[in-house]
């Protein structure tokens, strides 16, 4: 038989065309090419397939492909099979075909919409009632069902909706339902195969936000892709009161770091930061989320240690058809360029996963040598001068210098070939029915890759002083410290004591998986599973290259600063949730668990750090050189037309001697390794009182969390603090490559000529024994809870109640086989060095259980407006390392950290109102005004000792935290609409216009310490001050045109921070303070196909510049009218460009 078949190819124009048809008495074959025609797919099947098929009815609005299909093959004994935009049409085998009971049956196609704003409703379950089974609305409200017979009942139930019944007969084929909208959200749901409703838009993020019985902001997936947010910490810039501190640091409404709570689906978030409370947003890849929630006020069921909100991260929930979308986007930066360069350093790269950074790791045959040399230098070096350098020793020597002499021997940048930016994603996602339909299956993968490269060139860094001089901790490069004279209290002015061109290179890449697996095995149960792993490294070079300006020496004096940093982070969470309704019926019982693990590690090997003072006096100068042999005599006196220093200093009034060695230079690697446990399990209640459902809730919420810290510090040769103190210096000419390399590490071999059995000489062996502020902790928290839910009359909801929460911290300084600063120590009668104040290893700070309350109060006036009132008390606790008994020098924060243990948690009460009108779909408009008292305040202290205008040496100042006695307050106002500009004019029906903005006041009195080091030079400096990193003001603006018909989607996005304090001066200089920068974003989209879109954003088109400097707050960034600029430098403009495909 001669087969003919029929294949229709279209090029596809439009995404997503819906399929509307109402045709009596037609042929199959007429009804697909109808089909193909408003759905551009093709189709495959044999010319005679339907030679033998009668007319048929069929009468579908607004369907999906598959709807209309179902619509058309019903009860006919033929199959299709949908892929890649084809149809293949085939005849059913025999087994499959309809039974005379089968063609009773008839399929219902509809629509469900929601009686408030007409807009679609997803999720909806639909089900004819008294059978199992039934369908879900997708998208777009839209859903099918087969019934199988002529009069039936549908069932129509959705969270924060009135259940709906409606009866049904064969002739209603095509139907639009419409749910009326509660003023709770305690009606009773079907649990479908989603454990969450999916909220990726924004009108769905404003819906929940619409029936929330807290205040909450949202941002969703949708603005999240419009505004062209690749990480979390981007997209969290645009949201009402948050504000973002180095692209990491997160701040709701002023409060940051220990007073906002990460958590991910639920569950707690680890930090990976050893230096501060911050949770690691930025290591989770934006396009792996729905949406990101920031709840403002709590009920019970949240963390009482959320003082200033809760960021909760949504991750992709699973669809209810299968998808498939592929990502790739590639760019640059303006101030790098098309094949531009990067500073950078040698073996910097990273590896396309990063995992090369790791590579610098110590190894364990360095590790090992203070387990073998348990005296540290000393036991090595004693061990080679009483070898009498036997062939064992000379073998012990080669094997030392092998270890010693494979770092990197390297302490400059350069530059290198910058890469172009890179950004992948891919995301897959369907929902299967198993067991003959009755259980059903969701699954939801995902994949992240971003890479980018930055540089600033040339930018400008500034040290004003009310002194000068030079103080290098050498005295060979020395100046006494002086106040020119135009400096008085009644003249004030700063000098520059250093100026520097900066170049620092930045080499990023994050990248992250998704996946999440959820099961329903009945219609009143459910368990889910997700986990998600984020990996992230960095590597940074950079070059300061500058002078002392005014140093009353005969001769200029350079300064040269070298950082060369690498970080490799990772956070990997489990977690299985589980929700269960124990009967049918509406006021049943509900029971929701989730049980997590993450583990968050941060890794920074081989941090390099050197800053080179090189003076050249006016016809050389002298140094002292060691001499060594039969001919010594002390010291010799030698010649050179350069004296160099390594700037060291020291801090004062900390240590039994009263002063403390502080060395910014050296090697260093940290390591922070935290795992958190996080179980917690909900139960809800409801009841009928005054004539509506309430509900009461109670659970139980467990967390710990497990640290580990390890940290080494090597110094380098020509530290002041080393015996040979600036020699190697002179040996290489200065040259910080060479100070590193074989020339100057290691045991020296005997020179040729040398006698036989000659001992080796000279040398530089690093330290192997670790830094005195290793340390192991745990964080337990426990908590119960109570609250209620309560409609008390028809337009007035009331939800809260009481949360006990204790406190059990603490943690364990490791004091084994660890180098002690010389400074503190003394010398046992075993040659080995004993601390002369010793401190208590260990920290402990407990709290029994206290009580926490809240309560929001909405009034709704419409459906669309509410008015809201909330109060509650939250705590902040002292983290690890605040409470943890160490003290040493920190590079990476230019301080001697001193933990303390007498730290105790923080107490703040918060009240908050709200009012916000929801006009139309995807519309808000809102005011909120908010407050805060904080007792006992956890805050950063730097406190500084100087000789003033004594000193010889650089002074440090020494860093703790302390509950501050005074009273701090923040308290502010919010703004936000978001409107459809075709509302108000009509030929603007494509645009939608967002704003938001925030004013904030924050104040806290200065310490004792603080205030008199700014009256020093400032008489009228202020006694208070803001808190660290609160903005004033912080505003966001974006315009957005989304024309469906042609696929374009442009917005243009604008965002703004106002000056923050970010540096404390303790030596009468006034603070540093952030200014305001601009940003201006454009990001675009363009449909090319119903698969394709081609899409790309030009991130910071203005380039403002970004200013540090001196100032006093609220002053416009000047100090008595004059700019003191601590630092300048350009961002570039970013600009990425890429498609996306989508194969369903």
């Not at 920074?604 to 100068?621: E, I, T």
Request: with cysteine; aromatic share 12%.
């Amino acid at each position: 038989m001669l087969i003919t078949c029929l294949l229709v190819q279209v090029s596809a124009s439009t995404f997503g065309q819906r399929i509307n048809l109402n045709r009596q008495n037609s042929n199959i074959p007429t009804i697909l090419q109808e089909i193909r025609k408003q759905s551009q797919y093709d189709f495959f099947y044999d010319a005679n397939l339907f030679k033998e098929a009668k007319s048929i009815d069929i009468h579908v609005r607004d369907a999906s492909i598959e709807q209309a299909l179902a619509a058309c093959f019903t009860n006919l004994p033929y199959r299709y099979v949908i892929k890649n935009k084809l149809v293949v049409v085939t005849e059913a085998p025999r087994e499959e075909r309809p039974s005379v009971v089968a063609k009773q049956q008839f399929t219902l196609v509809g629509k469900v919409i929601s009686t408030s704003d007409r807009s679609p409703l997803a999720g909806v379950s639909v089900k004819v009632k008294g059978q199992q089974g039934g369908a879900t609305t997708d998208g777009s409200g839209a859903f099918t069902i087969t019934v199988s017979e002529s009069k039936q009942t549908l069932v129509f139930s959705l969270l924060g909706h009135q259940t709906k019944e409606v009866a049904v007969h064969a002739a209603d084929r095509n139907m639009v339902v419409q749910l009326v909208p509660t003023s709770t959200a305690l009606d009773a749901v079907e649990v479908t195969v989603q454990a969450r409703r999916k909220a990726n838009t924004e009108s769905a993020v404003l819906e929940e936000r619409k029936k929330a019985a807290i205040v909450q902001d949202a941002i969703s997936a949708e603005l999240i892709e419009r505004t062209g947010s690749i990480t979390t910490t981007q997209a969290l810039q645009r949201v009402t009161g948050v504000t973002v501190t180095d692209d990491k640091y997160v701040a709701v409404r002023g409060l940051g770091d220990r007073s906002v709570i990460g958590q991910l689906n639920g569950v707690r978030l680890a930090s990976s930061d050893p230096d501060r409370s911050a949770i690691p947003l930025d290591l989770v890849p934006a396009s792996l989320l729905d949406n990101i929630t920031i709840y403002k006020t709590v009920t019970p069921d949240k963390p009482a240690d959320a003082a200033s909100g809760i960021v909760e991260l949504k991750t992709k929930s699973v669809p209810d058809k299968m998808t498939f979308e592929v990502i790739a986007q590639t760019g640059l930066n303006s101030n790098i360029g098309l094949g531009g360069q990067y500073n950078s350093f040698w073996n910097s790269g990273m590896g396309v996963l990063g995992t090369k950074i790791n590579d610098k790791n110590l190894t364990t045959d360095f590790t090992n040598l203070a387990t073998e040399y348990p005296g540290g230098l000393g036991s090595i070096q004693r061990m080679i001068a009483n070898s009498n350098y036997s062939p064992a020793a000379y073998q012990e020597v080669k094997r030392i210098n092998g270890i010693m002499q494979g770092f990197d021997p390297v302490m400059t940048s350069t530059y290198r070939k910058a890469p172009l930016n890179q950004l992948y994603s891919v995301t897959f996602g369907n929902s299967y029915n198993v067991f003959d339909g009755k259980h059903k299956i969701g699954v939801i993968l995902g994949g992240n890759y971003y890479r980018r490269t930055t540089d600033i060139n040339a930018g400008e860094l500034t040290q004003y002083s009310i002194y000068q001089g030079v103080v290098t901790g050498n005295p060979d490069v020395y100046s006494f410290r002086n106040i020119p004279n135009y400096i008085t209290p009644n003249s004030l002015y700063m000098g520059k004591y250093q100026t520097y061109k900066e170049n620092t290179g930045t080499e990023t890449l994050n990248y992250g998986t998704l996946a999440g697996l959820t099961y329903r095995f009945s219609p009143q149960h459910e368990v889910s599973m997700q986990y998600l792993g984020s990996w992230g490294g960095e590597s940074i070079g950079t070059n300061l290259s500058g002078k002392y300006e005014y140093t009353g020496l005969p001769g200029g004096v350079k300064s040269t600063t070298y950082s060369l940093k690498q970080t490799f982070r990772n956070l990997n969470t489990f977690n299985l949730q589980g929700e269960h309704k124990f009967f049918k019926h509406e006021l049943s019982p509900r029971l929701s668990y989730n049980a997590a693990s993450s583990r968050s590690r941060q890794n920074d090997p081989d941090f390099r750090f050197a800053s080179l003072v090189d003076y050249m006096p006016r016809g050389g100068g002298w140094y002292y050189r060691p001499t060594v042999g039969a001919d010594n005599g002390g010291d010799a006196r030698v010649y050179s037309e350069h004296l160099y220093a390594l700037t060291s200093g020291y801090v004062n009034g900390f240590g039994v001697y009263g002063i403390m060695q502080a060395e910014p230079n050296g090697r260093r690697w940290r390591n922070l390794d935290e795992k958190n446990y996080n179980y917690k399990a909900d139960l809800s209640i409801p009841f009928r009182i005054l004539g509506e459902k309430q509900e009461f809730k109670t659970g139980v919420n467990y967390l710990f969390r497990d640290r580990a810290f390890t940290e080494n510090q090597l110094f380098l040769p020509g530290s002041n603090f080393t015996s040979n103190k600036a020699v190697p210096l002179y040996d290489v000419a200065g040259n910080l490559d060479r100070l590193v390399s074989n020339e100057i590490i290691g045991v020296h071999l005997p020179a040729a000529g040398q006698g036989e059995g000659m001992m080796p000489v000279g040398g530089f062996l690093y330290n192997s024994q670790k830094s005195p502020n290793n340390y192991t902790g745990y964080y337990e928290t426990n908590a119960l809870y109570g609250m209620v839910d309560l409609k008390l009359a028809k337009r007035f909801r009331m939800a809260g109640g009481v949360r006990f929460e204790m406190t059990n911290i603490g943690s364990s300084v490791d004091t084994v086989g660890v180098f002690l600063d010389p400074s503190l120590t003394a010398v046992s009668p075993d040659g080995s060095r004993i601390p002369l104040n010793p401190i208590n290893p260990n920290s402990v700070y407990k709290t029994g259980y206290k009580p926490f309350y809240s309560v929001n109060a909405t009034f709704t006036l419409n459906d669309n407006m509410n008015f809201r009132g909330a109060f509650n008390t939250t705590l902040a606790r002292p983290e690890l390392r605040e409470i943890t008994n160490v003290f040493e020098f920190d590079a990476f924060q230019m301080g001697l950290v001193v933990g303390n243990p007498d730290l105790k948690n923080q107490y703040t009460q918060n009240a908050d109102f709200r009012w916000e009108w929801f006009p139309a779909k995807g519309e808000v408009i809102a005011v909120s005004a908010f407050g805060k008292r904080i007792e006992n305040q956890l805050v950063k202290v730097f406190n500084l000792k100087t000789q003033g205008l004594a000193a010889t040496y650089p002074e440090f100042p020494t860093i703790q935290f302390q509950n501050d006695p005074n009273i701090g307050r923040v308290w502010g106002l919010e703004f936000e609409v978001v409107k459809n500009l075709g509302t108000l004019i009509a030929p603007l029906q494509h645009f939608f216009l967002g704003s938001n903005l925030l004013l904030a006041q924050s104040e806290i009195k200065k310490t004792e310490e603080r205030y008199e080091a700014n009256r020093s030079l400032d008489r009228h400096a202020p006694k208070n001050s803001p808190l660290f990193e609160q903005a004033p003001y912080s505003i966001n603006g974006w315009l957005n045109y989304d024309n469906d018909k042609s696929g374009t989607d442009l917005t243009l996005t604008f965002n703004m921070v106002g000056e923050r304090l970010v540096q404390i001066n303790l030596t009468g200089e006034p603070d540093l303070y952030t200014q305001p920068v601009p940003y201006l974003d454009f990001v675009f989209s363009q449909r090319i196909n119903k698969r394709i879109i081609f899409k790309g954003y030009a991130k910071n088109i203005i380039n403002p510049a970004n200013k540090t400097v001196y100032a006093n707050p609220q002053t416009g960034g000047k100090w008595y009218g004059n700019e003191y600029i601590n630092r300048s430098f350009k961002r570039g403009t970013e600009i990425m460009m890429g498609f996306t495909y989508n194969l369903f």
